[in-house]
């Protein structure tokens, strides 16, 4: 009581002198000096009492606004950095938003710049922590936790990002975590001491460090420290789930995913989390609702640490098969499959196949039939949709779930690209054990078990090795009476006799339809192609019989290439003879008794023709011969009067050496586009009836796949029959086309339909864009914006601002042309 009563004397002299004028610096300078010697007589900044803290923070105070003369350098440093941490922080801060003309910006920061080097941050922790266990001010907790988190903020707005190089964050938030860990290992020795204390405080600045977007910094030096320090002591255990369990709610979920980022295996995790997801609700539905369903930005770690913990404890795999359940209903939904981005699905699918990894033959058996049920309702949606990558996850993890429950009968089996991704995914399936993804941590038994079973292991393979089985005497006297001492005749000049093609045009027609020689078919399919594009004329007599023969024709012999023979036939009859066989082709798109398979054909070959009649051809038997110079071929004629003087130039060219002429440029291949006079034939039939479902054929349901097809193959026909006649009317056909489909369910015909936006912008005239269809345009902006902002896939919408940059490049160059 004393001490403190002289503390209280000596303080109330220091505020005292330093409110006199300048001739009264000596006394000041004396009585500040005497503070620090009165403070630890007094028993140091944790003994005071709320009056002498009182009189602290007036004093310190007070020698912010004292003039220079009466601070002696090294002596009022000592009192901010001596004094009760917290008070010294709140006057600083002050000063440093509002500096006076004796107490300069500078001294503030560098006073500042000490306190964190000398670990007052910790002090400051550890005090609060000591008054919480006393119910201390709830509001200058507040205030205080606002001044550590924010700390670095407050000294880069005053100092204009000229603040030292120990308030960056990246250099701060890592000094926060040490300081953390101090006043923990005080909480540590408190315990075992016996005393009490409290841990909230500690809890609200690692909460309120992480929602601030710093969990990397601060969890890249509390982790490990944790993780070492948990590693054979319960106490710390306790106390560091007692740290993340007294994280409010509204901060909780950057802190868990924080530990969950940043744990090195899902056996860690489990001991520095303990049961946290079955205590706290909010930490249950960040684990198992947000980071699995609607998030989709982890790496595969993460899905493993976080499922691996779910698995680790009896009272958690309740959860892990909750999760499962409902990460099958969201993989087996059609309306998921359709509106999701694949990276989510990609995720989802992921995580299911970890939570297989982690189910034990009872809780297979438990839930086999629910996991069928999914299995059978989630493959038919992935296999409906049009995406490559969708369909071949949803294989993939069909077959995973049948291994699962099918243990001993047949299991399912697709074919489809085994690449890395596949493997990828199937090596989820296994589940690593916990000492092989951390080696680091000797100690824990399961690595005594994984030790012990690696003999076995080798061991079963070392006799898997050498003991190979001696083949009895019966089956040694069967192998020596065997045929394998016949002499092979000799065949080496044997030729293969080789079938005759037809070389009319009528006579492959008679082969294809009726000839039961399957060696002269097999000749007639290989010959067919260049029959036709030598034989044109005799072509156009029979194009449309041979077009329908082509279209039906099916494989009788395995031929390698089958599909493209027969596709590079029909696109050589289509460009023969265009408009009669494009009006058959497309007719027959929306006829009956058609499969999917020819329809998407019918496509194809129309893209495939128009490509083919729209890009200019090369007269002659003239070789295309790359980086070679070109030489001078007398064609017949040449030598008349009137090519004497090209054949003397071309000679001179040839002998003349030329300096710094630069390279010579070839003159490209030009010629008419025969797209020109027949695009409307390919385009406006395919246009015409999409929206009439037929028996078998639904282009609006569920054949959609082909929908999307369709739109793709209309892009690409308007983005070639650009500077054609009928380029204006096809615009706007597809302008309409595209409008009333924009709201598809499905991202490929959606994608689609973006293509077919490009490619009007792209080929049809700026001029009759802007006044045919400027209202058009206008709506179309409107809904690429929505696309932009809300579509859930990624092509889409980088597609929709491809179109949008599109058409602000149109309007530039309207305002750059002179009315």
Request: glycine share 6%; hydrophobic share 40%.
């Amino acid at each position: 009581m004393a001490a403190a009563a002289a503390l209280g004397r000596t303080l109330r002299e220091a505020v005292a002198a330093l409110g006199q004028d300048g001739e009264g610096a000596a006394a000041a300078a004396a009585a500040l000096g005497a503070v620090p010697a009165a403070l630890a007589a007094a028993g140091g900044p944790a003994a005071l009492g709320e009056q002498e803290r009182a009189l602290f923070g007036a004093f310190l105070r007070s020698l912010a606004r004292a003039p220079r003369v009466a601070r002696p350098e090294g002596v009022w440093q000592s009192c901010f950095l001596e004094g009760p941490p917290g008070l010294a922080l709140c006057v600083l801060l002050e000063a440093l938003a509002s500096p006076g003309p004796s107490f300069h910006l500078r001294e503030v920061v560098e006073v500042l710049e000490q306190f964190l080097q000398e670990g007052r941050i910790s002090a400051l922790m550890w005090e609060v922590c000591q008054q919480q266990a006393q119910a201390g001010s709830p509001e200058l907790q507040e205030a205080l936790l606002n001044k550590i988190v924010c700390l670095p903020d407050h000294v880069s707005n005053k100092l204009q990002g000229k603040n030292p190089p120990v308030f960056f964050p990246q250099n701060y938030f890592p000094l926060l975590g040490g300081a953390i860990i101090q006043v923990l290992q005080k909480i540590s020795d408190s315990l075992r001491g016996g005393l009490d204390c409290s841990i909230s405080f500690v809890s609200h600045v690692l909460g309120k460090v992480c929602v601030h977007g710093r969990q990397k910094e601060i969890l890249s030096v509390l982790v490990p420290r944790l993780t070492d320090l948990t590693k054979s002591d319960c106490i710390w255990q306790r106390i560091c789930w007692r740290l993340i369990e007294c994280v409010p709610d509204r901060w909780m979920e950057g802190v868990v995913l924080g530990f969950v980022q940043r744990a090195p295996g899902a056996d860690i995790l489990s001991r520095l989390l303990g049961n946290l997801v079955v205590k706290n609700k909010k930490a249950q539905f960040v684990v198992t609702q947000k980071v699995l369903l609607l998030q989709y930005c982890h790496p595969t770690a993460v899905l493993q640490n976080l499922l691996g913990y779910l698995s680790l404890d009896g009272l958690r795999r309740a959860l892990l098969i909750k999760v499962l359940q409902e990460l099958l209903e969201t993989w087996g939904s059609s309306s998921a499959v359709k509106h999701s981005p694949p990276e989510q699905q990609q995720y989802i699918s992921k995580a299911i196949l970890i939570c297989l990894s982690h189910l034990k033959e009872p809780e297979i058996k438990s839930c086999r039939q629910e996991l069928l049920t999914s299995m059978m309702e989630g493959v038919k949606c992935h296999l409906d949709s049009n995406l490559p990558q969708i369909r071949r996850l949803g294989m993939i993890v069909a077959e995973s779930i049948s291994s699962k429950i099918n243990t001993d009968g047949p299991v399912l089996k697709f074919q489809y690209e085994e690449d890395d991704e596949a493997r990828e995914l199937k090596s989820l399936l296994v589940q690593t054990p916990p000492f092989c993804i951390v080696p680091s941590f000797p100690d824990d038994d399961r690595n005594e078990k994984g030790d012990a079973a690696l003999p076995l292991v080798l061991e079963s393979t070392k006799k898997s090795h050498t003991a190979a089985p001696a083949m009895p005497d019966e089956e040694l006297d069967a192998e020596l009476d065997s045929d394998d001492d016949l002499i092979p005749y000799n065949m080496s000049e044997d030729k293969e006799l080789k079938t005759k093609a037809p070389v009319y045009i009528r006579d492959c027609i008679e082969v294809l339809t009726g000839c039961e020689d399957v060696d002269k078919w097999e000749a007639t399919v290989k010959a067919l192609e260049s029959l036709v594009r030598k034989n044109p004329a005799a072509t156009r007599e029979v194009s449309v019989e041979l077009a329908k023969i082509l279209l039906h024709l099916e494989e009788k012999t395995c031929i390698e290439g089958f599909v493209e023979l027969r596709q590079r036939t029909q696109v050589a009859v289509l460009t023969t003879d265009p408009i009669p066989v494009a009006k058959y082709l497309t007719s027959q798109f929306y006829s009956l008794n058609y499969s999917l398979r020819q329809r998407m054909d019918i496509l194809d070959v129309l893209v495939l023709a128009a490509q083919e009649l729209s890009y200019p051809k090369s007269h002659g038997k003239t070789k295309h011969s790359g980086a070679q110079k070109p030489c001078i071929q007398l064609l017949p004629g040449s030598d008349s009067s009137k090519d004497w003087r090209r054949i003397v130039d071309e000679r001179i060219k040839s002998k003349t050496r030329r300096f710094a002429m630069g390279q010579s440029q070839v003159e490209l291949a030009s010629g008419p586009n025969e797209f020109n006079s027949v695009a409307g034939h390919f385009f406006f039939p395919l246009i015409q009836h999409f929206d009439r479902p037929l028996t078998t054929f639904d282009l609006l349901g569920e054949d959609h796949f082909v929908l999307g097809r369709l739109v793709h193959t209309l892009a690409i026909l308007m983005y070639l029959a650009v500077n054609t006649v009928a380029v204006t009317a096809m615009g706007k056909a597809l302008l309409e086309f595209v409008w009333a489909l924009r709201f598809h369910t499905d991202s490929y015909v959606r994608q689609g339909l973006l293509s077919c936006i490009s490619s009007m912008l792209l080929s049809v005239p700026t001029e009759r864009l802007l006044e045919d269809m400027t209202e058009e345009l206008l709506e179309t902006q409107s809904w690429l914006g929505d696309v932009v902002e809300k579509d859930p896939d990624g092509d889409c919408r980088r597609l929709a601002l491809q179109n949008l940059l599109l058409m602000e490049n149109l309007k530039k160059k309207l305002k750059t042309v002179p009315s």
